[in-house]
């Protein structure tokens, strides 16, 4: 299932490993987003992990087949798009306080960039930092361009070629998603702020040849709901 939309995914990558790690079998879902693995043993421990081109399974959790009802055991499985309209989109990636160092759990996140643009070698990005309104605006304009900096040497680092990364510029607190300006910021929550403190990956070459390379691959592993 789609993690954003709750649609159906269709011709996804679905492996089964046993409790050794060893793929036992392989699935394809359906445009139902169905799929079925007949080569299942009672009493045992399973993994089930999905793939698709531009998706991430949000979590892997371990599948036992103890107190099966009916000789079926259900696993619903969510995938998390990387690529909506024209943003790779990861989940948020948080810096220490007045800090612009990429930190590990960000670097984790970070990698899905790396990944979207290793399947797409045509495609070229620029990345926009934010802040929330508390601090000084010129300030918090250069905080963010720091960060922002930072993040596009860390995409570097990992093997992507500095010219597939058009921009990487910081804009403070200029662009504001909420009231939660200079004069309200006392007034906002937390959470209200945090909204406000996000980077975004643009792809701005490119998207029509992903576009087209997502079609061929579904087409390829396309399999209609049988009766």
Not at 34 to 56: E, I, W
Not at 171 to 191: I, M, P, W
């Amino acid at each position: 299932t789609n993690d954003i939309t709750n649609e159906p995914i269709n011709s996804a990558i679905v492996k089964l490993y046993n409790d050794n790690n060893e793929i036992i079998e392989e699935a394809y879902t359906n445009n139902l987003g169905f799929y079925q693995f007949k080569n299942v043993l009672c009493d045992n421990k399973y993994t089930v992990v999905a793939s698709k081109l531009d998706h991430k399974q949000n979590k892997i959790t371990p599948v036992f087949t103890t107190d099966i009802k009916d000789n079926v055991v259900k696993k619903d499985i969510t995938l998390r798009p990387l690529i909506i309209d024209n943003q790779i989109v990861i989940k948020s990636i948080y810096f220490d306080y007045d800090k612009d160092f990429i930190r590990e759990d960000a670097q984790y996140e970070l990698e899905n960039i790396v990944t979207v643009m290793n399947n797409h070698p045509e495609i070229v990005i620029k990345i926009e930092s934010h802040t929330d309104s508390r601090g000084p605006k010129a300030y918090n304009r250069d905080l963010s361009d720091r960060r922002a900096k930072s993040t596009r040497d860390f995409i570097i680092s990992r093997g992507i070629s500095k010219e597939r990364i058009n921009s990487a510029i910081g804009y403070g607190e200029d662009r504001l998603l909420n009231n939660c300006n200079d004069a309200n910021r006392n007034k906002c929550t937390e959470k209200e702020h945090q909204l406000n403190r996000r980077s975004y990956f643009y792809i701005i070459k490119g998207a029509d040849e992903v576009k087209l390379r997502q079609e061929q691959k579904e087409k390829l592993y396309n399999r209609p709901f049988k009766k």
